[in-house]
């Protein structure tokens, strides 16, 4: 089945033969289906804080940043914002010369209120000798979006969003995604000594750009936050990268016969994330920022999230301690119901389990990294959201799973999905050690039943694609999972370009 130069691509790349041998019959098998117990929500699954617990919990952080332990930002930031301007490909190919659709008025109509129009306009000035006002006047609207996406001008439908000027800043000045996260990482996780580690997921090619934008502006920002950045960088691993098939699962070989691998989606992060040696760990998608004027319910709710997870993380702790010293048949019942009802993980085998029995199916469900996800208010975003999943054991816990994880042939599953009342916005605070500090070997927890097959396009040929699974999704789908609401407000993401109009990014 493969040849003497697949082997040395896969050997190049650290993938094995049976690697792609398990791909390949993952392509034809499939993924199963993941049932749902119920529909995660306020009272099911899902915590809702008071005033009273905001204070608490948000007071926990602080005397937890107190002690020095490590914290960490994770953003993953490697993918090209290409999906973002997909509109304005679009336009700039159909032929046409003047806005029609609705996408294209509202863009053209109010390019004066993005961040980047100074830019653009310099970046025109440039590639035509004239202004953004003067191009528009004689109709070359095509110019104006090219000058935009291509690398002659301002190269936003290649670079990642990471460094596209996404608002603007006091003084006149413009900030991009990093330029927000960084700021956000000295409003919640700093360290005692006031130093903020955050590592950035990136692409290799645009990693000198991202060192060039670091480089430019840390120093002021440092100043401005009181605080010393840490700043690193990762690569999503060669290793990680996944076949492609055809139609009928036979590898796909391009006109000079060479084997197609392609990035196996943001669950392959689990690798970089297994590498960071924090204890907790901030996860949040780079484009969902805001401005400095429109970020205190973010930042609010971001360190009663920590608390929480802080608190969680004490009681399993002192659980796992109490069944280690030979728990009573009283006290195995108390952390049973710790485990039901505050992590809302429950099977009905415990009723006919003998103590020695529970203590060990107790310590087995708490000794695992800890997440606690912020959960908002489903808005018709597209995207996952949070369920009760049944596990290979018979249990059933807090899951964030996808429309494609569900059986939709299966009318009861479809209608559970469709009655959710909350969305996933990857709003993720993590403890990534166990109760002795010990680090945990983060793919020892991740489910391999739940990646994804798509349909994908090369050259003009479909092809089969495969997916790893998801970050926040499968590969995190071992852990002790907390959901607790969070305000709408905290969600912000940027879809398109024209979600920089709204009024959250203006």
Sequence with gaps: MLTSNDQQLIEKKGITASEIESQVERFKNGFPRLRIHSVATVGNGIMRLNEKEMTRYIKLWREWQQQGVGIEKFVPASGAASRMFKNMFAFTTSGRTAPETDFEKQYFSNLGHFAFYPALNKACEKCYGVTIAELLAAGRYVDVARAMLESEGLNYGFLPKALLKFHKAAGGGVHTPLEEHLEEGAQYAAGADRKVNIHFTVSPEHRKEFDKLLKAKLAAMEQVWGVKYNVTMSEQKPSTDTV???????????????????????????????????????????????????????????????????????????????????????????????????????????????????????????????????????????????????????????????????????????????????????????????????????????????????????????????????????????????????????????????????????
Aim: hydrophobic share 40%; aromatic share 8%; charged share 25%.
């Design 244 to 506: 492609a098939v055809n139609l009928d699962n036979s590898l796909y070989r391009n006109a000079a016969g060479e084997l197609l691998f392609r990035p196996a989606g943001h669950g392959a992060l689990i690798e970089n994330l297994n590498e960071r040696d924090a204890t907790v760990v901030f996860i949040k998608n780079i484009d969902n920022v805001v401005p400095l004027r429109l970020r205190n319910s973010t930042i609010r709710y971001k360190k009663a999230l920590a608390g929480y997870l802080i608190d969680v993380q004490r009681s399993i702790a002192q659980h796992i301690a109490t069944i280690d010293n030979g728990a009573t048949t009283d006290e195995l019942k108390r952390i049973l119901a710790f485990v039901e009802n505050r992590l809302c993980t429950c099977t009905e085998a415990t009723a006919k389990m003998g103590d020695d029995e529970l203590a060990q199916y107790l310590r087995s469900k708490l000794n695992r990294p800890i997440r606690v996800c912020g959960m908002v208010l489903n808005e018709g975003e597209p995207g996952g959201g949070p369920y009760l999943a049944y596990n290979a054991d018979g249990s059933y816990s807090p899951q964030i799973l996808e429309a494609a994880q569900i059986d939709e042939n299966d009318p009861a599953a479809v209608e559970l999905m469709k009655s959710g009342t909350h969305f996933n916005p990857v709003d993720l605070v993590c403890y990534l050690k166990d109760y002795k500090g010990n680090k945990f070997d983060l793919k020892q927890f991740v489910d391999p039943d739940t990646g994804l097959i798509s349909l994908k396009s090369t050259g003009g040929v479909e092809i089969k694609a495969l997916e790893l699974p998801g970050l926040w999704n499968g590969s995190m789908s071992d852990w002790n999972t907390v959901f607790v609401e969070v305000p709408i407000d905290t969600f912000n993401p940027v879809k398109t370009v024209n979600d920089l109009l709204r009024p959250q990014h203006q």
